[in-house]
């Protein structure tokens, strides 16, 4: 996967020493929404060299580690260890995860028995129930009608429209930018309004595997994220 950008904008309390909000676009939403479509065993993956809290990477290495030979007919460790992710087109920005924005179904490949029809498999290796040959006869998967019409907003990919700003709280709650809402958020959050500061940042892939991992933990997601890092370049510019 090419390496991939986002910017954000960050506003920062620096008296309180947190983000109160980014001002986002809609590839950093679109992110956000593909996170919740990630198998567990891609998030164990990408977070077991993050110091991952929990016994389902023990879960993880013990499927790892068992023999194919204890294994179902059919069955393949690696869909479950390395599943492939489907999105709706917004940028992924996580390591080595492969992913697809359509999905492959797959049928029985005989034509001899009419119960065959009625068996369809995202896994090209299944065995059919019906026949038990090898399910690896590829359908052809047609969009609905919304998605085929190029006129209309949904030709963008993703999973948001990019005709507005959006609003991504700390805690990592999205909305539609607006001058009313943010100004009662501010009145509400801040003490100090020449306290606040703007910063502009870029998630890459690093930035992702991190966020992930705060947003399983921590309440402060960008806070956790993005501060120190800004803190950390501060430093090393007063040297």
């Not at 869909?79 to 995860?97: A, D, E, K, W, Y």
Request: with cysteine; aromatic share 6%.
């Amino acid at each position: 996967m090419a390496a991939t950008k986002v910017s954000l904008k960050l506003l920062i309390d620096k008296m309180e020493h947190r983000v109160i909000f980014a001002e986002a676009g809609k590839e950093f939403v679109d992110f956000l929404i593909s996170i919740l479509g990630l198998p567990v065993g891609t998030v164990i993956r990408l977070l077991r060299s993050q110091g991952m809290v929990g016994c389902l990477q023990n879960l993880y290495e013990s499927i790892e580690n068992l023999s194919d030979s204890y294994l179902q007919p059919g069955q393949n460790k690696s869909t479950l260890l390395m599943p492939i992710v489907h999105i709706n087109g917004g940028p992924l920005l996580l390591p080595n995860v492969e992913s697809s924005t359509s999905w492959n179904l797959y049928s029985c490949s005989t034509t001899k028995n009419e119960n065959c029809n009625s068996y369809v498999s995202a896994d090209s290796n299944a065995i059919c129930p019906s026949c038990k040959l090898c399910m690896n006869q590829k359908l052809n998967f047609v969009k609905p009608p919304e998605a085929n019409n190029h006129g209309s907003s949904s030709s963008e990919g993703g999973y948001v429209k990019g005709v507005v700003t959006y609003m991504v709280m700390d805690d990592l709650k999205v909305r539609p930018m607006s001058i009313i809402s943010g100004i009662t958020l501010l009145n509400k959050l801040v003490k100090e309004i020449g306290a606040l500061e703007e910063k502009v940042v870029h998630l890459g892939m690093d930035e992702g595997v991190k966020l992930l991992k705060a947003s399983l933990l921590s309440n402060s997601v960008l806070t956790d994220v993005f501060l120190p890092k800004l803190e950390k370049k501060l430093a090393a510019s007063r040297r």
